[in-house]
């Protein structure tokens, strides 16, 4: 079975602090996405990559970075954390297939990321 | 990007058949009707995906209607592991874009099992 690992389950940070999310995934997978799931709001996309050191926005990138050095790991940053960040962050990887990729997304359980 | 409408809340009995519909109208050709679910306190679980004819899987069948413009994901003995969000999302395939398997969800169907 494909696993994907977050590095933490909770984490809290004070505002202003700069964050590093870690996600690895163990089935050579060539995409990987970041979310992040409210309430009311759902799961919404941040960022995803399809290549090592490729990087495309989604829905809602400000405030964020990442970083994918190697195919297997796949890095959210807060570059200076602020409250309305306070969330639960979801990684997940996909097979490639190039753009027109439907295959199935794996996901993390997630951080709860709580920024005081 | 086309959306999906479903219900906000389901309840079923333990070892029924549960019928979770899902409503695409806007649907393009070439959009895959993706599910997946969401158990407590975990990310979401991929359960199947389709184009056009119904799929099987050991987890769930997805019934796609002949013109595309809904579809059921149907549970065949509901268990109380069963109990999560349900969310149909639309797989889009735009060839000139860069999709890669976006996948934008929405609020999903609450499922609850009831022994």
């Known amino acids: 079975d494909v696993k994907v690992t977050q590095s933490s389950r909770y984490l809290v940070k004070r505002t202003g602090e700069k964050v590093f999310l870690e996600c690895v995934q163990d089935?050579?997978?060539?995409?990987m996405f970041w979310y992040r799931q409210d309430p009311g709001l759902g799961l919404r996309l941040i960022y995803f990559?399809?290549?090592?050191?490729?990087?495309e926005k989604g829905d809602i990138p400000e405030g964020y970075s990442v970083s994918r050095e190697k195919k297997e790991r796949f890095s959210l940053i807060l570059e200076s954390a602020s409250t309305n960040q306070t969330s639960m962050y979801l990684c997940?990887?996909?097979?490639?297939?190039?753009?027109?990729?439907?295959?199935?997304?794996?996901f993390g359980d997630g951080t709860r990321l709580s920024i005081l | 990007d086309a959306k999906t409408t479903q219900p906000n809340s389901m309840e079923s009995n333990e070892e029924e058949p549960v019928h979770l519909p899902c409503n695409h109208s806007?649907?393009?050709?070439?959009?895959?009707i993706h599910w997946y679910r969401q158990l407590p306190s975990q990310g979401p679980e991929y359960v199947i995906h389709?184009?056009?004819s119904n799929v099987n899987n050991r987890m769930a069948s997805l019934a796609i209607a002949e013109d595309r413009k809904s579809s059921t994901l149907i549970l065949h003995r509901a268990t109380l592991r069963d109990a999560a969000v349900y969310y149909c999302?639309?797989?889009?395939?735009?060839?000139?874009?860069?999709?890669?398997?976006?996948?934008?969800f929405g609020q999903g169907t609450i499922l609850t099992v009831h022994p």
């Open positions: 997940a990887s996909s097979t490639g297939g190039g753009r027109g990729s439907n295959q199935p997304q794996h």
């Open positions: 389709g184009l056009t």
């Open positions: 999302i639309l797989g889009h395939r735009d060839g000139g874009g860069t999709s890669y398997g976006k996948l934008t």
């Open positions: 089935m050579d997978h060539e995409n």
């Open positions: 806007t649907i393009s050709g070439t959009d895959y």
């Open positions: 990559s399809y290549d090592v050191k490729m990087k």
